[in-house]
C-alpha cells in the first residue's frame, strides 16, 4: 500500500482514528509520518498504557490530593502511587479504591462495567444463543434502570415486557 500523502514510498505507518462513532484510516511511509507530527512508538507496555489513561483520567477528574493520599490498610499503597505505577498493591484495593477505579474503568470502556466476552466463531448457534441470553438481560436491566432513573416510564415498560418474555 502506498503512502497516501506522498503516493511513492510504501505506507509503514497505519493510522485508525475513531471520532463520535466516525472511523478513518490513515496510511504513511515514514518521512510523512514525521513530517505529520505522529510520533511512532514500536511497543508500548500495558503499565505505560494504563499510567497514560490514569494520568488523563487524574487531571480531567481534579481528584483532591487528601484522596489520593489514603493508604490500604492491608498494602499500604495510595491512590497517588497506583497511578504512577498503574499497579494494585492487593486484592482489598478493588474495593478500597472502588469509586476511583470504578470512574477509570468506566472511562476506559466507555461506560461499560460488564465484560461480556467473546464468542468463538466455531460455536453452534444454539450455544450462542445460551451465551447471548445472560448478557442480554443484563442488558436489558440496566437499560431499565435507567429509563425509570430518567423518569421514562413509557419506555421503562416496554424494557420490563422485553425482560419477562426473555425470562
Do not use: W
Request: with cysteine.
Amino acid at each position: 500500500m502506498q503512502c497516501q500523502i506522498c503516493k511513492t514510498k510504501t505506507a509503514t505507518v497505519h493510522l485508525t482514528e475513531i471520532v463520535d462513532g466516525q472511523r478513518t484510516e490513515s496510511h504513511l511511509c515514514q518521512n510523512c509520518a514525521q513530517k505529520e507530527g505522529v510520533t511512532i512508538k514500536s511497543q508500548l507496555s500495558l503499565n505505560e498504557l494504563l499510567g497514560s489513561l490514569i494520568a488523563a483520567h487524574q487531571q480531567d477528574e481534579n481528584i483532591d490530593s487528601e484522596k489520593s493520599r489514603r493508604a490500604c490498610p492491608n498494602c499500604g499503597i495510595t491512590m497517588e502511587q497506583f497511578r504512577k505505577q498503574a499497579l494494585l498493591g492487593c486484592p482489598n484495593d478493588y474495593e478500597f479504591f472502588g469509586d476511583d477505579l470504578r470512574q477509570i474503568i468506566e472511562k476506559t470502556q466507555d461506560n461499560n462495567l460488564t465484560h461480556k466476552g467473546k464468542v468463538p466463531a466455531q460455536t453452534q448457534t444454539s450455544s450462542n444463543a445460551r451465551l447471548e441470553e445472560p448478557n442480554k438481560a443484563e442488558e436489558l436491566k440496566r437499560q431499565l434502570s435507567l429509563a425509570v432513573e430518567k423518569e421514562d416510564y413509557e419506555l421503562a415498560a416496554k424494557i420490563r415486557d422485553q425482560l419477562k418474555t426473555l425470562q
